[in-house]
């Protein structure tokens, strides 16, 4: 295939929306994970989490809506196909996302003791949000299959993914406080790192038999040989974390930003298979990325409005965890 600008077009923006996804991932997983982790946080454990994601929940859900646009404007053939195929998953999420906004400030402007009833709908949106999206991956690994197969799968993805996020919640929380919650966080880590690891299994090896063509693209030689470190090295990463987690927290909290770091480069390598198994379908066995694509006068366009975009959300992406870093103090609403 020769790579001239209106092929390369629809490339860039597949990158861009699969960055963008992956950024959601990393950045809005722990904050819903902070929200699945209320289930088991006292009342004062409660606001403490608040406060470490106050300023940065918004800004996180930036990239899903980011996702979102670049897959209707560069790739509307596959937008209409995915979400016909996921109307229903996408409705309840949507729901979860609001429940979560409106939980979020409704808990700091209502009498302490009514505060109890937002927290739980605070916790029952973030596990809707989180449901869905692990359902919406699992019946998309298989080729968007709605049948009894593809559900069951799909449930569970979502039970773990759910378990994944409540992990990054944990590494979050043991970063952002101190003392006995950040102890509690390590406890937490541990136990979702089980349902984490599994959901990750899972996925892996779904994957290779959803369509005989990516069992050929991982079990080819050489082709085997050169993607073996990316399972390799997330077994690895998740052995050490799970380690980790009995020595944590350590004498002046050296290293409380390692569990963190450690589940977003496992997840890239998760996300980097995925990527590697459907390329070049946007939409798996049925069509290509550049079958998809609006045509390349428009994605010019749509690019250069891109070109604009994306710096302003990462420069202040970077502002926002650059301002609010270090551990997580009161969070007051004047």
Known sequence: MSYDWPTLLPLIFAGLM???????????????????????????????????????????????????????????????????????????????????????????????????????????????????????????VLGLDVGLGGMAFGALVALCLSAAYAAMGAAWVIYKTEGALQKKAVRWLRTALVLTAFGMAAVSLATPFASPRIFDKWFVWPEVLYLSPLPILSAILFLWLWWQTFHLPKPDDRHSLTPFLTLAAIFALGFAGLAWSFYPFVVPDRLTIWQAASAPESLAIILAGTVVVLPVIIFYSFYAYRVFGGKATDLTYD
């Open 18 to 140: 699969g960055l963008a996804i992956l950024i959601y991932v990393i950045l809005d997983g722990f904050d819903l994970g902070i929200g699945i982790l209320f289930s088991v946080a006292e009342d004062a454990e409660q606001d403490t989490m608040i406060a470490a994601i106050g300023p940065f929940w918004d800004a996180n859900e930036t990239w899903l809506v980011l996702a979102v646009g670049l897959l209707l404007v560069a790739f509307p053939l596959a937008h209409g196909i995915i979400l016909t195929a996921l109307y229903i998953p996408v409705f309840v999420l949507l729901i979860g996302l609001i429940l979560r906004g409106v939980a979020f400030d409704f808990r700091a402007k209502v009498p302490a003791g009514r505060k109890h009833r937002w927290n739980r709908i605070f916790f029952l949106g973030s596990i809707i949000a989180s449901l869905a999206q692990g359902y919406m991956l699992g019946v998309y």
